[in-house]
């Protein structure tokens, strides 16, 4: 088999990073142009037939792409390479069917979903116009499990790129049609999600092709659990496909389930929201949904840092579950922590940046939106720190066979949400920030849960110190300058509206990445071993002459 050369951890890291920030730039491109089309009220729609979408999105490849990597990874460190060519079979069978089940359901029930579950019936063309996407992604996901359980991150890096591309030209395009031909805002809304369909079939075209050029063994026959002698992988013997689809769901489902909690907790969000918005709150029908809709552009900013940290997650996912497959606890324990303090050195800055410099991301970016989206924002950003490290411990905890836990922490964390929720987005005064509130206080919650079962679970527990410390310490210096020198921007340049508003964020956030990379030096947040495994990082390290 043609095998393409494995890399450790943090550069299979390093390339998906690399894809994230391409892609959330293709990301802002679309979601931020079209925030501004649909309006609050448009972009409402958008987001509540999303968060039904997340719902079966997540439960079809949240688990099992990660139990399929996992199955891989540990057929790889044994070297069984006939299973793992077998493995990949039978999911993507097995994905395939689950795949058309849940887009029938989107494609024969929108209206109840909308009118009955949303309590926002103008989202039900948006929520049908996503029925083929949840087919695609499945199918896609095998794919992608199958290379990263393997240490070989470039497919998945490539194919999420031509993905969003695709997705964001297709969009735009069809959603502005669609409005200057007088459409409306549901058809609009859902012409810009048609294009996450369009993104999908170009991603499923070049994974099939990726596969049938890099891994030819997919091809092989098999018997009934027994290679034929003759063929590559001489003698060695399969699991058979019950065995192998048990397997799989019996890592895949409570992972699966512990994901979905956080995309049911979204969609219960924007039922929530709008229910108690209207009928404690006593808003109308149309300021519920902008209200809404601002809340749900400020979470376009607010999903940015955790963005970054999956490529790291997917990463060490095969690096922690091969440590265990061999007995080697103490590897296993290092990768853990080392994770966890590089993705803390990564989110706390970006965390801190939403949270100083939000009122002028917001009305920057969203001219013309709802007042509100500066405070919800600055909430948000403070919590997006923790879901990055939930993302993280999540990872470690799946990883290391204990993924029941985090449907544990999941369920607890969601009832948190909903307790929060339920109580302050009632109140007439504090109305939607009470909804970030609540995501900030299920996240610490989960965390923290998340954090003890580590501590049990791992050889070694994870230092909170040593992970959090000199990255909180460069981040607070980070925020005040970034404050400062926005404050001083505005005094110096007289420059009226929102070009002057953002031409002063934007040498805010200048001054503040150069701050903190100065701190971050300064104080070795980053040591000399970290940058050694990513790639070019050795040559970083001798430059800046770091021990």
């Not at 116009?129 to 359980?149: N, T």
């Not at 049911?264 to 229910?275: G, Q, R, W």
């Not at 939403?354 to 970016?365: D, K």
Request: glycine share 10%; net charge positive.
């Amino acid at each position: 088999m043609a095998r393409s050369r494995k890399q450790n951890y943090m550069h299979g890291a390093a390339i998906l990073t690399v894809g994230v920030i391409i892609m959330k730039l293709l990301g802002f491109i679309y979601k931020v142009p079209l925030g501004n089309i649909l309006g609050d009220e448009g972009y409402s729609m958008f987001i509540g037939a999303y968060s039904i979408y997340n719902i079966f999105f997540t439960l079809a490849t949240a688990g099992l792409p990660v139990a399929l990597s996992r199955m891989v990874a540990e057929a790889d460190a044994h070297g069984r390479v006939r299973q793992e060519e077998k493995t990949f079979r039978v999911a993507l069978a097995t994905f395939a069917v689950i795949g058309v089940l849940f887009s029938l359901v989107l494609f024969l029930f929108p209206d109840w979903l909308a009118r009955d579950y949303l309590e926002n019936p103008d989202a039900a063309m948006s929520i049908r116009a996503m029925a083929p996407a949840i087919l695609l992604v499945c199918l896609v996901s095998a794919y992608r499990g199958y290379c990263q359980g393997n240490g070989n991150m470039i497919p998945t890096t490539v194919d999420e790129v031509l993905e969003v591309l695709f997705k964001v030209i297709s969009g735009l395009v069809i959603a502005s049609m669609l409005l200057r031909a007088g459409k409306g805002l549901p058809i609009g809304s859902a012409g810009a999600i048609l294009g996450v369909s369009i993104g999908s079939v170009v991603s499923l075209a070049y994974m099939i092709c990726y596969k049938h050029r890099h891994y030819r063994d997919l091809s092989a026959p098999y018997t009934a659990g027994v290679v034929e002698p003759g063929e590559p992988g001489g003698e060695e013997t399969t699991d058979s496909s019950l065995k192998i689809v048990r397997d799989l769901l019996a890592i895949g489902i409570p992972i699966a389930l512990g994901a979905c909690i956080m995309a049911i907790l979204n969609s219960i969000d924007s039922k929530l929201c709008m229910n108690r918005l209207q009928s404690a709150a006593r808003f109308s029908y149309f300021e519920a949904k902008v209200l809404y809709g601002v809340y749900g552009k400020a979470q376009t900013f607010f999903n940015l840092p955790a963005a970054f940290i999956t490529p790291l997650t997917i990463s060490i996912v095969p690096a922690i579950s091969a440590a265990f497959a061999k007995k080697d606890g103490a590897t296993a324990a290092k990768i853990s922590e080392d994770s966890m303090r590089i993705a803390a050195v990564i989110a706390l800055p970006m965390g801190v940046g939403l949270s100083v410099m939000s009122e002028p991301i917001m009305r920057g970016f969203y001219p013309g939106s709802h007042e509100a989206g500066g405070l919800l924002l600055a909430i948000m950003g403070a919590a997006s720190f923790f879901v990055c490290m939930l993302l993280m411990e999540n990872a470690v905890l799946q990883a290391s066979g204990k993924e029941r836990y985090t449907m544990i922490t999941m369920i607890v964390g969601g009832l948190v949400k909903i307790g929060v929720n339920w109580v302050l987005v009632a109140r007439r005064p504090i109305n939607i920030y009470g909804a970030p509130i609540g995501t900030l206080a299920s996240y610490v919650t989960m965390c923290a849960m998340n954090l003890l079962f580590m501590s049990f679970t791992l050889e070694r527990t994870p230092r909170v110190g040593r992970i959090l410390f000199k990255g909180v310490f460069c981040s607070t210096i980070m925020g005040f300058s970034a404050w400062a020198v926005y404050g001083l921007a505005q005094r110096l340049i007289h420059m009226p509206g929102r070009l002057g508003m953002l031409l002063c964020m934007f040498l805010a956030m200048g001054a503040a990445v150069v701050v903190y990379l100065i701190c971050v030096v300064a104080t070795s947040a980053v040591t000399r071993e970290d940058l050694e495994l990513i790639p070019g990082g050795a040559r970083i390290a001798a430059f800046r002459h770091m021990k």
